[in-house]
């Protein structure tokens, strides 16, 4: 690709921006020269960092190792705690129905046919719908408070379903759920890359989406220890209502400590928001800004990329919400009672979580994604197609236990996919509407895949288990594929930036640790990031580098 070409990309993407004051930017500085910071108007089509760099923007500053793990520290000790909260409850409010499922939900509230798939679906269907939507407002709207309002709505909303008595009101509470849930992955992979360095983005996505796993650990003790009181309300009654009103106090939680952005955080010193803000320059993504640029939203549409992890999530959602909904339903297929069968879901959270820490772990240690997903598709198609041919009967219930344990490997695929698209996508507006776009794939995953398993099908579900085999060994290959391609886009970036007088060869800065991130940073002299926050797209900007 020609300089002019490039030239004309950073046309679509930046305007002139306004003249700011003189920043002094430098570890070193002193509170008062900090203070001296302009104002961030709003107005420029350049990211948020220009309200803490000014001028500076282009200048990169080395952040010390000490003043690295420092701000990181800060940064996980404040953030974190919201996230994995958030994460936790709406799996929690979320997987009720799954629990309610053993308490005989279905048949006192005359449910007949699809319908309790439909209730599962139609979650999802509302995250489709409103994906759009939510990826505008996502651009527009403070991120926490908007997070904070949504949490409070979906917890409302599955309190006031404990007074739903048959399916119309049922998939009403059901509907509004998923709207108001809709929005909280998509900002969570906003606030990890508008928070953490690429190398970090993977342990702290594979922590939040481990409450997946926590929630069916402790969860199916909740149900357990719920569904065994006596009261005038039903077990998943009362299921409800503690799931709702526990999620109606937390938001108030997130509106007081979550923050907006690096620039806004109120447990930052000015000082620290410029090392936040320069410590994030090595991703080259930015950070954020409330411009939707139209340019950006074309490129992500057309871009190769966008399509692949739309199709990665698809594949593994269809799995995941038929699993999720019916999993209880095959455990008790095998031959236990009620709450045996709640019980037996413990090990399978744990096995969650132990697979997506472990995957997590392994990306960030080889600074690779593909190899560890491919490794992760493994276990679950050895489990799908081990349950398709052993035999029902009290006889092979440790076989058929084990079996779906190993299934349980498949949620440590979804974090890495998250993190890969976030690593691999610049602009703040592309890397808003892809990360919409694969929560559509993901909604789409989802509503389809409950109806590949329905209680018909008991004990065996040979057509949902056969399509779940069919979606983990078409994961494989995207995933091949698209590594390869991220291959292909790094050999050209590379000879971009020779074509331009450039060092054709860079030290990914984002992905080294936080010991050795200083050294690379000084390793790549003035070329290292000098475009971070101009919101350039990861096309437009010849210095990024993809992650495979």
Same mark, same amino acid.
């Given at each position: 690709?020609?300089?002019?070409?490039?030239?004309?990309?950073?046309?679509?993407?930046?305007?002139?921006?306004?003249?700011?004051?003189?920043?002094?930017?430098?570890?070193?500085?002193?509170?008062?020269?900090?203070?001296?910071?302009?104002?961030?108007?709003? $107005?420029?089509?350049?990211?948020a960092a220009q309200a803490i760099l000014g001028d500076n923007t282009h200048a990169p500053v080395i952040v010390s190792t000490e003043d690295n793990a420092r701000i990181l520290r800060k940064t996980d000790r404040w953030l974190l705690p919201i996230m994995l909260g958030i994460y936790f409850l709406q799996q929690l409010?979320?997987?009720?129905?799954?629990? #309610?499922?053993?308490?005989?939900?279905?048949?006192?509230?005359?449910?007949?046919?699809?319908?309790?798939?439909?209730?599962?679906?139609?979650?999802?269907?509302?995250?489709?719908?409103?994906?759009?939507?939510?990826?505008?407002?996502?651009?527009?709207?403070? *991120?926490?408070?908007?997070?904070?309002?949504?949490?409070?709505?979906?917890?409302?909303?599955?309190?006031?379903?404990?007074?739903?008595?048959?399916?119309?009101?049922?998939?009403?509470?059901?509907?509004?759920?998923?709207?108001?849930?809709?929005?909280?992955?998509?900002?969570?992979?906003?606030?990890?890359?508008?928070?953490?360095?690429?190398?970090?983005?993977?342990?702290?996505?594979?922590?939040?989406?481990?409450?997946?796993?926590?929630?069916?650990?402790?969860?199916?003790?909740?149900?357990?220890?719920?569904?065994?009181?006596?009261?005038?309300?039903?077990?998943? $009654?009362?299921?409800?209502?503690?799931?709702?009103?526990?999620?109606?106090?937390?938001?108030?939680? *997130?509106?007081?400590?979550?923050?907006?952005?690096?620039?806004?955080?109120?447990?930052?010193?000015?000082?620290?928001? *410029?090392?936040?803000?320069?410590?994030?320059?090595?991703?080259?993504?930015?950070?954020?800004?409330?411009?939707?640029?139209? #340019?950006? &939203?074309?490129e992500c549409l057309l871009d190769p990329k966008t399509w692949a992890w739309f199709s990665m999530l698809f594949l593994i959602s269809i799995p995941s919400g038929g699993i999720s909904t019916f999993g209880p339903l095959i455990v008790k297929s095998f031959g236990f009672n009620q709450l045996n069968t709640i019980l037996?879901?413990?090990?399978?959270?744990?096995?969650?979580?132990?697979?997506?820490?472990?995957?997590?772990?392994?990306?960030?240690?080889?600074?690779?994604?593909?190899?560890?997903?491919?490794?992760?598709?493994?276990?679950?198609?050895?489990?799908?197609?081990?349950?398709?041919?052993?035999?029902?009967?009290?006889?092979?219930?440790?076989?058929?236990?084990?079996?779906?344990?190993?299934?349980?490997?498949?949620?440590?695929?979804?974090?890495?996919?998250?993190?890969?698209?976030?690593?691999?996508?610049?602009?703040?507006?592309?890397?808003?509407?892809?990360?919409?776009?694969?929560?559509?794939?993901?909604?789409?995953?989802?509503?389809?895949?409950?109806?590949?398993?329905?209680?018909?099908? #008991?004990?065996?579900?040979?057509?949902?288990?056969?399509?779940?085999?069919?979606?983990?060994?078409?994961?494989?290959?995207?995933?091949?594929?698209?590594?390869?391609?991220?291959?292909?886009?790094?050999?050209?970036?590379?000879?971009?930036?020779?074509?331009?007088?450039?060092?054709?060869?860079? &030290?990914?800065?984002?992905?080294?640790?936080?010991?050795?991130?200083? #050294?690379?940073?000084?390793?790549?002299?003035?070329?290292?990031?000098?475009?971070?926050?101009?919101?350039?797209?990861?096309?437009?900007?010849?210095?990024?580098?993809?992650?495979?």
């Amino acid at each position: 690709m020609s300089a002019n070409t490039t030239d004309e990309k950073r046309q679509m993407n930046t305007t002139e921006k306004p003249q700011m004051s003189h920043l002094e930017a430098t570890t070193s500085g002193t509170s008062s020269d900090l203070e001296k910071a302009p104002a961030f108007t709003g $107005q420029s089509w350049g990211d948020a960092a220009q309200a803490i760099l000014g001028d500076n923007t282009h200048a990169p500053v080395i952040v010390s190792t000490e003043d690295n793990a420092r701000i990181l520290r800060k940064t996980d000790r404040w953030l974190l705690p919201i996230m994995l909260g958030i994460y936790f409850l709406q799996q929690l409010d979320k997987s009720t129905l799954s629990y #309610a499922s053993v308490f005989n939900f279905a048949a006192n509230n005359h449910l007949v046919g699809y319908q309790f798939s439909a209730l599962s679906s139609i979650v999802y269907a509302a995250q489709l719908i409103w994906q759009p939507v939510s990826s505008f407002l996502l651009v527009r709207l403070p *991120v926490g408070r908007w997070l904070a309002f949504n949490v409070l709505a979906w917890g409302i909303t599955l309190s006031a379903m404990t007074s739903a008595h048959n399916f119309s009101t049922l998939i009403a509470a059901r509907f509004f759920l998923g709207l108001f849930e809709a929005t909280v992955a998509p900002t969570f992979v906003t606030i990890t890359a508008m928070w953490w360095r690429r190398r970090e983005q993977t342990a702290r996505t594979s922590l939040w989406y481990s409450m997946n796993g926590l929630t069916t650990v402790i969860g199916s003790i909740l149900s357990y220890g719920l569904g065994s009181i006596h009261s005038s309300l039903q077990p998943y $009654q009362i299921i409800f209502l503690f799931a709702g009103l526990l999620t109606v106090v937390f938001s108030a939680v *997130v509106y007081l400590v979550l923050p907006d952005s690096p620039t806004t955080a109120r447990f930052l010193t000015h000082e620290e928001k *410029v090392l936040a803000v320069e410590r994030l320059r090595a991703n080259n993504t930015g950070t954020e800004t409330k411009i939707w640029k139209p #340019a950006q &939203v074309r490129e992500c549409l057309l871009d190769p990329k966008t399509w692949a992890w739309f199709s990665m999530l698809f594949l593994i959602s269809i799995p995941s919400g038929g699993i999720s909904t019916f999993g209880p339903l095959i455990v008790k297929s095998f031959g236990f009672n009620q709450l045996n069968t709640i019980l037996l879901q413990m090990p399978f959270g744990v096995i969650q979580i132990i697979a997506t820490l472990g995957g997590g772990y392994f990306a960030t240690r080889w600074k690779l994604k593909s190899p560890v997903l491919v490794a992760l598709t493994l276990p679950p198609i050895a489990g799908a197609a081990a349950l398709l041919h052993i035999p029902r009967g009290a006889a092979h219930k440790g076989a058929l236990l084990g079996a779906y344990y190993i299934i349980s490997f498949y949620p440590g695929i979804s974090p890495l996919i998250y993190t890969w698209s976030s690593q691999n996508t610049a602009g703040h507006t592309k890397k808003t509407l892809t990360t919409g776009i694969l929560f559509v794939g993901q909604s789409a995953g989802n509503i389809l895949g409950p109806f590949l398993y329905t209680t018909d099908q #008991a004990p065996l579900y040979t057509k949902g288990l056969t399509s779940s085999l069919g979606c983990f060994a078409a994961l494989s290959a995207v995933f091949i594929v698209t590594a390869f391609y991220l291959a292909m886009l790094n050999r050209s970036h590379a000879s971009r930036r020779t074509a331009l007088g450039k060092s054709g060869e860079l &030290v990914d800065a984002s992905l080294e640790s936080t010991k050795d991130a200083a #050294a690379a940073q000084q390793a790549n002299g003035a070329q290292f990031a000098a475009n971070a926050f101009d919101d350039l797209t990861d096309s437009a900007n010849e210095d990024f580098i993809y992650v495979l």
